[in-house]
T-cell receptor
Framework: DAGVIQSPRHEVTEMGQEVTLRCKPI?????LFWYRQTMMRGLELLIY????????DSGMPEDRFSAKMPNASFSTLKIQPSEPRDSAVYFC???????????FGSGTQLSVL | AQSVTQLGSHVSVSEGALVLLRCNYS??????LFWYVQYPNQGLQLLLK??????LVKGINGFEAEFKKSETSFHLTKPSAHMSDAAEYFC?????????????FGSGTQLTVLP
């Protein structure tokens, strides 16, 4: 299995631009999580899905952030408009219902100038 | 709600020495506890987990952790450090009951292994 695949690996954009991060979970996994990692705040859960349905989005910082999971093999996290304080590493992770193990992607390093 | 405190943001040990990374948790319900490791420019990988049963849990790469309910602790140990153990380690918790699946992570401990 290829593992959780995230793209792009790095994204540099200017303030005000729209940013879309992509994630392909491991086939068969029914949970998908989006985390953000910064030096100041550590690892924060933004949102998670179960069977493509958003279950808890209380970690989404504000309306500029949105996430979708149109099918079991694809999810996006969108920031519109982006701000410098959104600069972070964004991780996608997936898991299977009966297994407590999270599988993380390699992350997207986002820099908003 | 659950939370995790990792004591020591940086720990340095000599190669071959004991590794001890501390984690204390707070949970109003029985917890599931985890240790994850993150190597540079990579995502997190599960080292070990405690859900039910034996309180001493063995994981990959020679690491183990012991769930101590009376101390609300889940410290990670390895008898002999190897250079390849240098990484950042995260303790995490979630409620054992209920439908919530999200993990709450600690702030991480950066482990340096000295030659």
């Amino acid at each position: 299995d290829a593992g959780v695949i995230q793209s792009p690996r790095h994204e540099v954009t200017e303030m005000g631009q729209e940013v879309t991060l992509r994630c392909k979970p491991i086939s068969g996994h029914d949970y998908l999580f989006w985390y953000r990692q910064t030096m100041m705040r550590g690892l924060e859960l933004l949102i998670y899905f179960n069977n493509n349905v958003p279950i808890d989005d209380s970690g989404m910082p504000e309306d500029r952030f949105s996430a979708k999971m149109p099918n079991a093999s694809f999810s996006t996290l969108k920031i519109q408009p982006s701000e410098p304080r959104d600069s972070a590493v964004y991780f996608c992770a997936s898991s299977f219902a009966t297994n407590e193990k999270l599988f993380f992607g390699s992350g997207t390093q986002l820099s908003v100038l | 709600a659950q939370s995790v405190t990792q004591l020591g943001s940086h720990v340095s040990v000599s190669e071959g020495a004991l590794v001890l990374l501390r984690c204390n948790y707070s949970s109003s319900v029985p917890p599931y506890l985890f240790w994850y490791v993150q190597y540079p420019n990579q995502g997190l990988q599960l080292l070990l987990k405690y859900t039910t049963g034996a309180t001493l849990v063995k994981g990959i790469n020679g690491f183990e952790a012991e769930f101590k309910k009376s101390e609300t602790s889940f410290h990670l140990t390895k008898p002999s450090a190897h250079m390849s153990d240098a990484a950042e380690y995260f303790c995490a918790v979630r409620a054992a009951s209920g439908s919530a699946r999200q993990l709450t992570f600690g702030s991480g401990t950066q482990l340096t292994v000295l030659p």
